[in-house]
């Protein structure tokens, strides 16, 4: 795991960023799907997306587009994680390659940035079951404004 490559944050900066996944007071598609923020640190995030069989496509493995949203999540903590309030984030580009299936099981995500510039920054994923398969891998790149 690449958390211990990473600071750590404040403890109450860490947890604003868990329970902005888990909030009651909005619905974001991260949490429709059920996306779980485990760990942020400054330019790392990991995050889980529990096993539901309605996230399975007709073969009986989770779909494509629910294993790019947690691609495309993972990396908004670790993106802001340098902010006190959360910046305007928006994915420029965004290029996934499947390298297997999950059948049945948790999947867990480590986004971390690869390089951060003004308003740019390069971010890198990667997905696996919770047996530690290597399911899926990620490269973004986003634009960044910081809040005002």
Known sequence: MRADLHETLPGDKETSWKE????????????FIGLVAEEVRLDYARMRLPYRPHLNQPAGVVHGGAIATLIDTVVVPAVASPFDAVP???TVDMQIRYLGAAREQDLIAEGWITKRGKSTVFCQAE??????????EGWHVYRVMPPR
């Open 88 to 90: 305007t984030m928006f």
């Open 127 to 136: 997905v696996r079951t919770a047996d530690g398969e290597l399911v899926a």
């Open 20 to 31: 902005f996944f888990d909030q009651d007071s909005a619905t974001f598609f991260p949490q």
